[in-house]
């Protein structure tokens, strides 16, 4: 039986990055990017005023005050876009706005505040500008410098960067094509909730789950649908399905009579490298390939589902598009309350991270942790990871939590 690292540390070795493609910066958003982006130019491209004001030149100015202003001539005005006519001289000040480029001769913009808004004759009040409220040329971006990594998930402030270094369009990963597939007589889906009412059935709300996992991890859900437990129909379904990088499959894989999956991809030729992993919730898991394509099988406890789904599922898709960092960091927690696991396994536990008030962030569990209580993820917002030689936690102790869906806590290998 794998560890919970050693199994992250397997698939995620097992995933080859896919292709890249090209797509205007617009459509870009959430997407992987597939080389590294310098920038071509400094940014910004000359030194420019970061506030409205006066340019001026900071001898001209030491010692102004209101009981002793500085007057100086103003000799133009210098809108944003446009560009000084001429160098400024001694006893002379621009009118400047923010962005507007700093004229030659000028170190120093004045604050519009510290002044009489002259227009042609100016009286400042204050020193304390003199060479300041400049931006300097290249301050954001210099020339040939790293504007954005590849392997960087692009969010709003990575478009803006890649628009200011003149990228219309990008090259950035495909989206993995993750075909899902649900197992199990007693599912139905949401339009024959009749049957649920009357106790027959219970809804597929993996399949739900896993798409929408899929989806905010970059990849594109494929559907298989629902299968019976009868292993010819999972054999037809698997044999018709439409091509996918990733197979992801829901129960089927323990070791109840009516358990086939894992038997049926073995017996199409699949490799099966595992099917256990020492954690609660989430222990029936396997893995292994069909046809060049990776396998990742899911427990059927809803629970069970999302948490190895976090775990194993979420870091395999991140590897495919190329991230350098494809696992999910943790973060040193109090354990606001007791906790007994009762069981020598690595455990998830469903938990709220808030900060206490003093500072430090703190662990709550959700509630009752059983794998089958979809709620307790509802109103998670973290994992507090249990080692299996923790089995009884005292409140105040000191633990890690994995928060959920947090790219900016990525990590090169599991923390767990």
């Not at 002044?115 to 204050?126: H, I, K, N």
């Not at 009357?198 to 494929?222: C, K, Q, W």
């Not at 698997?238 to 894989?253: E, F, M």
């Not at 629970?303 to 190329?322: D, I, W």
């Amino acid at each position: 039986m794998h560890s919970a690292r050693d199994a992250a540390l397997a698939i995620v070795a097992a995933m080859t990055p896919l292709p890249a493609e090209t797509v205007e910066l617009r459509e870009a958003l959430d997407r992987v990017l597939a080389e590294d982006v310098v920038s071509p130019l400094d940014l910004p491209p000359w030194d420019n005023a970061s506030m409205d004001g006066y340019a001026v030149r900071a001898d001209d100015v030491r010692g102004a005050s209101h009981a002793a202003p500085v007057a100086l001539v103003v000799v133009g005005t210098i809108a944003a876009g446009a560009r000084a006519s001429r160098p400024l001289g001694a006893g002379e000040a621009y009118r400047i706005m923010t962005g507007a480029p700093v004229p030659e001769g000028a170190d120093g913009v004045v604050r519009v505040e510290d002044s009489d808004a002259g227009t042609t004759r100016v009286l400042l009040f204050d020193d304390r500008d003199a060479g300041r409220n400049v931006r300097p040329r290249g301050e954001d971006l210099a020339t040939g410098e790293m504007a954005v990594p590849r392997g960087t998930r692009l969010g709003a402030a990575h478009l803006g960067v890649l628009a200011s270094v003149g990228r219309a369009s990008v090259p950035v990963a495909r989206r993995p094509r993750v075909a899902i597939l649900a197992t199990g007589d007693e599912l139905v889906d949401v339009d024959r909730f009749d049957e649920v009412r009357r106790g027959e059935r219970i809804v597929t709300s993996n399949s739900y789950t896993l798409d929408a996992m899929v989806r905010r991890a970059g990849g594109v859900p494929v559907p298989l649908g629902l299968v019976r437990d009868d292993p010819d129909a999972l054999r037809a379904c698997l044999l018709g399905a439409p091509p996918h990088d990733l197979l992801l499959t829901s129960g089927g894989i323990s070791v109840g009579a009516f358990d086939h999956t894992r038997r049926v991809l073995a017996d199409l030729g699949a490799t099966v490298d595992f099917w256990r992993v020492k954690i609660r919730p989430g222990a029936p898991l396997g893995f292994g390939s069909w046809r060049g394509v990776p396998w990742i099988g899911l427990p059927g406890n809803p629970v069970s589902t999302m948490v190895t789904g976090e775990l194993f599922v979420r870091p395999a898709l991140r590897k495919m598009q190329g991230m350098a960092r494809p696992f999910a960091g943790t973060v040193p927690v109090r354990v606001a309350e007791r906790v007994s696991t009762g069981a020598p396994l690595m455990h998830f536990l469903r938990a709220v991270v808030t900060p206490a008030p003093d500072g430090v962030l703190e662990a709550r569990l959700t509630g009752p942790q059983g794998s089958g209580l979809l709620t307790s993820m509802v109103r998670a917002n973290a994992l507090l990871v249990l080692p299996e030689h923790r089995e009884d936690v005292a409140a105040g102790e000191m633990a890690h939590a994995l928060l959920l869906g947090d790219d900016a806590l990525s990590a090169e290998a599991p923390e767990f």
